[in-house]
């Protein structure tokens, strides 16, 4: 599969909070830093995603905020 998404942010899914229609997904990145995503359930179960599988979060944004 291609994508244009250039945001490739790869690591170990440390923890999955499972809910009834989406899930929380937390990867540890190599540097240690943490990146946590929500995708639906169907789609945990479709990826087979488990605590402990490597895995990529694939960013596109369309806005970005900052607040100080």
Do not use: P, W
């Amino acid at each position: 599969m291609a994508l244009s998404a250039r945001n490739r942010l790869s690591g170990t899914v440390t923890q999955i909070r499972h809910g009834d229609v989406v899930s929380e997904v937390t990867l540890e990145l190599d540097d240690g830093q943490t990146v946590t995503g929500v995708i639906t359930e169907n789609s945990v179960e479709r990826l087979g995603l488990e605590t402990g599988d490597e895995a990529t979060a694939v960013v596109k944004a369309s806005e970005v905020m900052f607040e100080v």
